[in-house]
């Protein structure tokens, strides 16, 4: 495949599946020189892999470095241009399997002496503190409205008229994944990325992970349908704030 927006959305997910979920191997899994480091460790860990994953997604040829259907699902809705959303979709979802198929890989050995099969299928997916599915999506999808509405505003000529410095853009948005992961992200684990949960729990699902349990599918539809319903709000806002 040439360099272009699709390969720049499937290698920029790619990278931030691998880095971010690392992080949750690195801090999770027995043996681990990291295990225990906490969610510190954890928020800014994703946030990094946000920052990794826009530059290597431009790099690749993707401008919009939107790693996130939810993300593509916003700007669809405000720019009122729907082409980019299913082939993107397809792209980060890809992306984001192999991500977590690496980060198995990385961390072979350390599946077998984890005994917790929680633990280990929160390397790759979320879950919810309480097993209330309305609240949780409430959670996912709010989270995911900030995430929008910011990233939106850092982009705006309303708000930086001449536009970010070049370069800008993934140091500010890094850091709005880890105010957003600190503040917002302790109740479901802040997917905020259908292809952030779904891409590795097909992994979780697929791999001959060690000991593995259940992948959860009766919650998967959470960190799916949440993060497109805050996005899609988000994505009306901005459209009608001319944004």
């Not at 480091?37 to 990094?48: H, K, S, T």
């Not at 292809?195 to 992948?215: Q, T």
């Amino acid at each position: 495949m040439a360099r272009g927006p699709l390969l720049g959305e499937f290698m920029g997910t790619f990278v931030l599946l691998l880095l971010g979920n690392g992080v949750c191997a690195a801090v999770t899994l027995k043996r681990s020189k990291a295990q225990g480091a906490g969610w510190m460790v954890v928020a800014a860990g994703w946030a990094l892999a946000v920052l990794c994953g826009i530059f290597v997604a431009q790099l690749f040829g993707s401008v919009d470095a939107h790693l996130s259907p939810a993300f593509t699902l916003a700007f669809a809705i405000k720019g009122q241009t729907f082409g980019k959303l299913l082939p993107f979709a397809a792209m980060q979802l890809a992306g984001a399997f192999c991500g977590a198929a690496v980060t198995w890989l990385f961390y072979l050995p350390h599946w077998a002496v984890t005994e917790s099969q929680e633990a280990k299928l929160g390397v790759f997916a979320t879950s919810p503190t309480f097993r209330r599915y309305s609240w949780a999506l409430f959670c996912e999808a709010t989270a995911t409205f900030l995430l929008v509405i910011v990233a939106g505003s850092m982009s705006s000529k309303l708000v930086l008229t001449t536009g970010a410095v070049a370069g800008l853009s993934p140091l500010l948005g890094s850091g709005l994944i880890w105010s957003v992961g600190l503040s917002l992200g302790a109740t479901t684990g802040y997917a905020i990325n259908p292809v952030r949960d779904l891409g590795p729990r097909l992994a979780h699902f697929l791999l001959p992970v060690a000991g593995k349990g259940s992948s959860d599918w009766s919650y998967a539809w959470v960190p799916v349908l949440g993060p497109l319903l805050g996005a899609g709000l988000a994505g009306w806002v901005l459209r009608i704030l001319g944004a």
